[in-house]
């Protein structure tokens, strides 16, 4: 039987995506049955947050992608399974795996992978394991019969922002590899997850890469635009060309540098490159959603919070 195609399971509900995702959904019509998949089981655990879900109609389920007989029940009558998780292969290979043995055998009908990146498919394996592990779940995913819809954004403005590696307030410089004039995407979190929803409800995206991006911005207009944002000018630090960046992300492995501390470079230098560019950004395709630009972000970001998450 097929599932009702207005009943949502969000996996990693409680993570900083995964609650967007659901506010998305509780905000938009049609009106939708939600369950939001939490592990560690009770909405006590996730308090106020919880609370609110609770209020609003949305069902917790308790959700450990290690554990198949919660993903059965957390799957049963799903329409559409929306993986916001976050961890290495473990949880996006194996984890998601079994999530998606689960959404199938429940006859759960689409199904949105947790990649919420640049464009993950046009980068060479090796240059960031992360997103080699999307491909390698890609691999399950396509063929596997259900509808899946990739959502790419390129990279999340919070997330960015609150990182030294591009830009260091404290040092007042932006520091790049390559040429300032190559266009970089991000996306703000909330509009990633608005855009998710829109998505998904759009049916011509079933099995397909839907790229969104809030704004697109070369490294000097990110400079320019933090000027404007906080009236403060940065340096520009160029630390040398494409090669150079990946040389140097080459030599951190070779000495054994831990992978948070090679994580930034490792996303920063395919978008300065231009490889990890979204193509075929669908905005124009979802009007309801009107995106924070960078600029707007910067002025909240940095002037009300001091540039921290
Ligand atoms: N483009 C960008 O710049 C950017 C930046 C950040 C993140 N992202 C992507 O956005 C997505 C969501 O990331 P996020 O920052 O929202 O992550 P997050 O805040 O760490 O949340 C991840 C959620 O996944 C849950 N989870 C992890 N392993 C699980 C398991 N085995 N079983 C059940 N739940 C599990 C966690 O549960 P607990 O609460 O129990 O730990 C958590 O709620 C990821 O794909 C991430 O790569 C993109």
Redesign the pocket.
């Known amino acids: 039987m097929e599932n009702t195609h207005t009943s949502y399971l969000i996996?990693?509900?409680?993570?900083?995506?995964?609650h967007r995702i659901i506010d998305a959904l509780l905000r938009t019509r049609p009106a939708r049955e939600i369950r939001a998949?939490?592990?560690?089981g009770s909405a006590g655990k996730h308090g106020n947050r919880a609370e609110g879900w609770i209020a609003n109609g949305v069902t917790v389920v308790n959700?450990?992608?290690?554990?198949p007989l919660s993903l059965k029940h957390a799957c049963a009558g799903v329409g559409t399974v929306i993986?916001?998780?976050?961890?290495g292969p473990?949880?996006?290979i194996d984890?998601q795996s079994r999530l998606l043995e689960a959404a199938l055998a429940a006859g759960v009908g689409r199904f949105v992978p947790?990649?919420?990146?640049?464009d993950l498919f046009s980068i060479p394996e090796g240059i960031n394991p992360?997103l080699d592990m999307?491909r390698t779940f890609d691999r399950k995913v396509s063929p596997s019969g259900i509808g899946y819809t990739h959502i790419l954004?390129?990279?999340?403005m919070?997330?960015?922002f609150s990182n030294p590696g591009l830009i260091d307030a404290e040092a007042g410089t932006i520091t790049y590899w390559g040429d300032d004039e190559v266009p970089l995407d991000f996306?703000s979190?909330n509009d990633?997850a608005a855009w998710t929803v829109a998505a998904i409800d759009d049916p011509t995206t079933v099995n397909s890469v839907v790229s969104v991006a809030g704004d697109r911005r070369t490294i000097a207009q990110i400079a320019a635009d933090y000027a404007a944002a906080t009236g403060k000018a940065l340096h520009q630090v160029r630390r040398g060309s494409i090669a150079d960046g990946y040389a140097e992300l080459r030599r951190m492995a070779k000495a054994g540098a831990h992978p948070m501390a090679m994580l930034p470079l490792q996303?920063l230098l395919p978008m300065m490159s231009g490889e990890g560019a979204l193509c075929d950004i669908a905005n124009d395709q979802y009007p309801t959603v009107r995106p924070t630009s960078l600029l707007d972000f910067m002025k909240r970001h940095y002037l009300t919070r001091g540039g921290k998450r």
């Open positions: 996996a990693g509900a409680a993570g900083d995506l995964g998949g939490v592990r560690g959700m450990d992608l290690d554990d993986s916001a998780v976050q961890g473990d949880t996006i984890g947790s990649d919420f990146s640049e992360y999307r954004n390129g990279g999340f919070e997330a960015v996306t979190l990633v996303y």
